[in-house]
């Protein structure tokens, strides 16, 4: 039985939505009443095969290349904070901050253009997590790590695609853009990036013509990349631009804003001696495992992790996580510094979107663990460690953050609402940038076999 979710003014199927821009001036998430989830999509999304067809014939040509993107609001490192996010909450921030604890949700590859059974399906595994006893394992947001509408990014797919299925997240939403959020299709004349800067980069909380009549408000980001900032962990979203393979950050044709961004980011970072968790997230991933996408697609991005890594080298911060989606499926790497420091790289792209497998054909799947990369640069080694590889698996990351730690799990969502049980994940001490025990939170056990104990004694 599915999870019901929360209604709000609907435009019936195959009627026009409002066209007018609403500025609510509060952010609104949720709807507050509950319907079933939809079966159908409002719009068939239609083949998007010549697209593709076009788009292969101009690769062969080498005609595509990265696309520039508008400059963000806020200077060389825009900044956006949760109690922004909030609407300036400041007591919500206290309340994080004295729990000693915050919890959010990420992934990636979530926009399904078959229909809407696989999106709400994690959609609604997601929105059983607000659903705790102990109120500082509640999720404050979900980070979206790009590709939320296929196959471009067309504003007439994010009601199906994006509104509907998160019409019951209590939380905000925010998002890097994938290569799909800013493709162009050789068909169209749409403008790279426009339906993703208005739904997700608004100066103020509006509600789009994009939501269809539902209310969440669109996201207040500086621009398609920015530090996020709230209690115990800093996040340094990028865009990796539209190409398939590989990411890109920079390059003649898009520009340096973006190296110039880290450094300026990662140099706030040392000169504040900022102690908790910091993390990067992009859409394309720096590694993925052999056979991770469609006909060779979905590789990894060894330039643009060069970049990143020169700049993590030259300033002498790193991270303490790196994020990424793109490939439709959950990998896990563990890449060990020469200094001892180990990060974890995940990959998290099913929350939606076409899973697929990491063998093809009869070629068995891949043993892990196993070592993917020997010592090089900066790099001890590359560890693959963990996957998740099915047609039908999708799931999503359940991400905590101490002052002492932080954690990253991977839930399928396939358990549904009435399991808690993550299966993976990882844990990184803060201090010593290594792999540990995470230390789990008391969640009343202990209290409640004491009182039992007592009665029985009584």
């Known amino acids: 039985m599915a999870a019901r979710r929360p209604s709000g003014p609907r435009t019936p199927a195959g009627k026009a939505a409002n066209n007018a821009t609403r500025e609510i001036g509060r952010p609104v998430f949720a709807q507050p009443e ?4 939809p079966t159908t999509f409002r719009i068939k999304h239609p083949s998007d095969r010549e697209a593709y067809r076009e788009i292969d014939e101009l690769n062969k040509e080498h005609k595509i290349h990265p696309l520039p993107f508008p400059v963000p609001r806020g200077g060389v490192e825009p900044r956006l904070t949760l109690e922004q996010v909030f609407g300036g909450n400041g007591s919500a921030i206290d309340t994080i901050t004295k729990a000693g604890q915050i919890v959010f949700h990420a992934g990636g590859d979530c926009g399904s253009t078959s229909g809407p059974r696989t999106q709400n399906e994690v959609t609604d595994k997601l929105v059983s997590d607000f659903q705790e006893e102990i109120g500082k394992e509640v999720p404050q947001f979900c980070l979206l790590l790009g590709d939320i509408v296929y196959s471009f990014g067309e504003a007439q797919f994010y009601f199906d695609q994006f509104y509907e299925p998160y019409r019951n997240y ?3 939403i925010l998002a890097v853009a994938g290569n799909h ?5 050789p068909e169209t004349h749409a403008v790279s990036l426009a339906a993703f800067l208005r739904n997700f980069c608004a100066e103020k909380f509006i509600v789009t013509p994009d939501a269809g009549g539902l209310s969440r408000t669109a996201q207040i980001q500086p621009g398609v990349f920015f530090t996020f900032e ?11 631009n539209t190409l398939e393979d590989p990411g890109v950050i920079a390059d003649p044709n898009i520009g340096d804003s973006q190296l110039k961004y880290l450094r300026t980011a990662l140099t706030r970072v040392k000169s504040e001696g900022y102690k908790g968790a910091l993390i990067i997230a992009n859409h394309h991933p720096p590694y993925v495992g052999s056979g991770s996408g469609h006909a060779g697609r979905h590789g990894g991005s060894p330039e643009m992790l060069a970049q990143i890594d020169d700049l993590c080298k030259a300033v002498g911060v790193w991270p303490h996580a790196f994020l990424s989606g793109h490939a439709h499926n959950y990998q896990r790497f563990t890449r060990t510094l020469k200094d001892g420091s180990e990060i974890p790289y995940i990959v998290c792209g099913n929350m939606g979107h076409n899973a697929t497998r990491l063998n093809r054909g009869t070629t068995p799947p891949p043993r892990v663990p196993q070592v993917i990369e020997k010592a090089s640069g900066e790099t001890a080694k590359v560890v693959f460690e963990r996957y998740d590889a099915d047609r039908e698996h999708f799931g999503y990351l359940r991400v905590v953050v ?3 730690q932080l954690r990253v799990e991977y839930h399928p969502a396939s358990d549904g609402a009435h399991a808690k049980t993550p299966d993976d994940s ?4 803060l201090k010593t940038r290594k ?17 039992l104990r007592e009665l029985r004694v009584g």
């Open 402 to 404: 101490t002052s002492a």
């Open 181 to 185: 959020d800013g493709m162009v299709s």
């Open 426 to 429: 990882v844990t990184v001490d």
């Open 230 to 240: 709230a209690p115990f962990v800093r996040i340094l979203a990028i865009y990796s």
């Open 34 to 37: 509950p319907t079933e989830d």
């Open 170 to 172: 209590p939380a905000p």
């Open 435 to 451: 792999r540990t025990q995470f230390m789990p939170n008391d969640l009343g056990w202990p209290e409640r076999a004491h009182r």
